[in-house]
């Protein structure tokens, strides 16, 4: 990876991009085999690795689980309407949802809404008590909107890695 000065990103070469298309996939990879596909040395692999987490690149290894598997058999996506959009409100808005543990992804929006939040429990009353905490009770909520999902057909975290250029 060649690094570009400090403001502003480094610049992924293809060794990078292939990595990454790898560690996507599974992060559990071992790096000899990373290394075999991408046709670098385990240690060219490693040091390429740790240089594209520390310019926050990857910026976490996680598990993909079932939720089903879990007891989390409800999962909703809830379009967000804030009060306002000032800073202060915002700002409580994102801290809330962030160490909420049933908010399992959270954006910060555009176009009419303030947020889209992915949420699981375990059934609609566990459910209801979370939007009553998160939505109904919370005076800078002005609307929100549940979508409850009928199946799960993608997870995942893999972005396509395109050829620079």
Known sequence: MTRASSSRRPTLDGFDRAILRVVQQDAKTPQ?????RVNLSPAAVQRRVAAMEDAGIITRNVAIVDTAALGMAITSIVEVHLTDERTATVDAAKALFRDAPEVQQCYYVTGGISFVL?????????????TRRLFAENPAV????????LD??????????LPKG
Not at 118 to 130: G, K, Q, W
Not at 142 to 149: D, E, G
């Open 32 to 36: 000899r085999t990373i290394a075999e």
């Open 118 to 130: 992915v949420i699981v429990s375990p059934d609609m009353m566990a459910y209801e008590a979370t």
């Open 142 to 149: 002005a609307t929100f909107r549940s979508l409850i999902a």
């Open 152 to 161: 799960r057909v993608k997870v995942g975290a893999e972005i396509e890695i």
